[in-house]
């Protein structure tokens, strides 16, 4: 008898009928807690090979279990049983490692798709530098998405990978001086070759930007004081980003802290459209970048442009027409329905609820022909609603505990108080009294469920909103950089390494952001990025390396994109080898 790793019995079973005997080989499996027989191979007639081999009974059945000695050794490679000794007082090895981060094979996958090593090679013939950029860059964004830190912080956490460093500290300084020269050249190669592991969504793209702040006082280069998006007091440097349509991120540009965003936009979106060889598309903005200039360039060679509108600010006229309660439409399975009057809708319906209302016109300002597009969402409405009521709770208790307003943004619940103030006579002090500004309520509350958007493209107004929709991708992707990857506060003060620590931040959500469409966005960042944090592995010398972690469906998808698996109760040294060489960048 021959046993495989699990100990199931591998033998010889012959099959009896009236006229013939016919010879199996089978092993003993459970299969839902019960034992029963499995059959692997069927040899044939046993009359048959005695006949055709010119052997006697016996030796058919003795060649029949020479077959499952060697399909047992087949198996066996694939899967050994092992008994490792260990020892109760036997003490480890001084300074010697046994566990080993592995998560970070997965983005090498990724990596491998993308061609780094094609692009570091290409680059570095270049430059005068003999070490390994492909092995600086690809660490330098494994740490960034699993164990975000310092540029030296990462050399040394890099070290408890499966795969060590195989180049010094001073290498990866020397080699964001590197990156920085190369950004754009760098990009438009990913972008190429990106296109060959996932199709790329062009003809939309999505823009927008944000700033990262400096832990210093003094402002210098592109560390300049600006208007922070986390109303800090440090000097920032603003990102400019391109997304396609998928949400993949496509460019960036480091642009000083104290620049006006609207000049962002055009030089940018210049370079990209050439490097990129790209020409028709939609640019997808919110209404801060959408200057007239900026529209304007977006109106000419194939392009267009969607802009978010805010209905406070557009022109009286417009305004009344956009909250006016008659002349709304939906989209329904039987067509578009009009003649819709809002004040007439049950939102208590379910179906209503749920459903979009619109009204469209064209109109022209400042030369500008523009289709301005108003949705009403009794969902988004009852959703607006419920934030400014917690809003208005918390300004009710300012004025209860005496709190002064302050005012920071427009999202700050002070905005709902209005101060009042007594004048002083004789001996009595002048007052300050507070109550809640209901005009300034009922003028917010005006606008709740609606949204406004200006375009030129004359497409079904439902899929304009489709694609205006997905402009949460952008803001998740600075929030990932932001809080996930720790791209902020910057620890460096060169501008050309400032730029060189985005552009690995950049390459870094590319990974991930290629790596969630290949999981079919079945996750959150959270539950990918943690998963991949935990899938360590203890190496027992000379027997393999057993999985720390815990197995899951998300651990089952990620080895299936690998096309190996690390998940078995332990993995030889050998096969080990096998799956990292077959990685090698």
């Not at 019960?34 to 044939?44: D, E, F, N, V, Y």
């Not at 050794?73 to 566990?99: A, C, G, N, W, Y």
Request: charged share 30%; glycine share 6%.
């Amino acid at each position: 008898m021959w046993y495989n790793s699990n100990g199931d019995i591998m033998r010889i079973s012959i099959s009896k009928s009236k006229n013939a005997e016919n010879i199996y080989i089978i092993k003993s499996v459970t299969i839902n807690g019960k034992r029963t027989s499995k059959t692997i191979a069927s040899l044939g007639n046993i009359e048959t090979l005695m006949q055709k081999h010119n052997l006697n009974r016996d030796s058919v059945l003795a060649w029949a279990r020479k077959q499952a000695e060697t399909l047992t050794k087949q198996e066996l490679k694939e899967s050994e049983t092992f008994l490792i000794p260990f020892s109760s007082r036997k003490q480890l090895v001084m300074d010697k490692r046994h566990t080993y981060q592995g998560g970070y094979i997965f983005l090498k996958k990724i990596l491998k798709e993308l061609s780094l090593n094609q692009i570091c090679d290409d680059i570095s013939s270049n430059h005068h530098f003999k070490f390994d950029l492909t092995a600086v860059l690809s660490t330098l964004i494994f740490t960034r998405i699993l164990n975000p830190s310092s540029k030296k912080a990462s050399f040394e956490i890099a070290g408890e990978y499966l795969e060590p460093p195989s180049f010094d500290i001073q290498h990866v300084y020397r080699a964001l001086d590197v990156l920085a020269k190369e950004k754009d050249k760098i990009e438009a190669m990913m972008y190429h070759n990106s296109n060959k592991v996932i199709k790329r969504h062009t003809g939309v793209l999505y823009f927008d930007c944000t700033n990262f702040f400096f832990e210093i006082d003094e402002a210098d280069g592109l560390k300049q004081y600006g208007k922070s998006k986390e109303n800090r007091p440090n000097p920032i440097v603003q990102m400019g980003l391109f997304l396609d349509g998928n949400g993949i991120p496509l460019s960036f540009c480091i642009n000083p802290g104290n620049t006006n965003e609207q000049t962002v936009l055009r030089p940018h979106e210049s370079r990209m459209l050439k490097d990129f060889e790209m020409s028709r598309c939609v640019v997808c903005t919110d209404a801060g970048v959408a200057s007239k200039d900026n529209r304007l360039f977006n109106m000419v060679g194939g392009r267009s442009y969607i802009v978010t509108q805010s209905l406070k600010q557009i022109k009286k006229y417009l305004k009344e027409w956009a909250l006016d309660d008659n002349g709304w439409f939906y989209h329904s399975k039987d067509g578009i329905i009009g003649g819709i009057k809002l004040s007439e809708l049950d939102e208590k319906n379910k179906k209503v609820f749920n459903r979009i209302y619109y009204k469209e016109r064209w109109y022209i300002e400042d030369g500008l022909e523009q289709r301005l597009i108003v949705s009403y969402a009794p969902k988004y409405r009852a959703y607006q609603e419920k934030i400014r009521n917690g809003q208005i709770e918390r300004a009710d208790k300012m004025i209860k505990n005496g709190t002064q307003r302050k005012g920071k943004n427009q999202n700050d619940p002070a905005r709902f108080i209005i101060e009042t103030k007594t004048t002083s006579t004789g001996e009595v002090a002048e007052e300050v009294y507070q109550t809640l500004d209901g005009n300034k309520i009922n003028e917010e509350a005006r606008y709740d469920g609606f949204y406004a958007v200006c375009t030129t493209l004359q497409d079904d107004v439902a899929e304009i909103i489709k694609i205006n929709r997905r402009r949460w991708e952008i803001e998740e992707s600075f929030r990932i950089m932001k809080s996930e990857f720790k791209a902020r506060p910057v620890h460096h003060r060169r501008d050309d390494r400032i730029t060189a620590h985005f552009m690995t931040c950049f390459l870094s959500l590319l990974v991930y952001r290629l790596l969630e469409q290949k999981l079919d966005e079945k996750y959150t960042v959270h539950e990918i990025i943690s998963t991949l944090q935990k899938m360590n592995f203890l190496h027992c010398e000379g027997q393999g390396y057993i999985p720390t972690y815990t197995r899951t469906h998300l651990t089952d998808d990620l080895h299936d994109i690998l096309g190996a698996r690390t998940d078995t109760e332990i993995l030889t040294e050998k096969n080990m080898k096998k799956i990292l060489d077959s990685l090698k960048l």
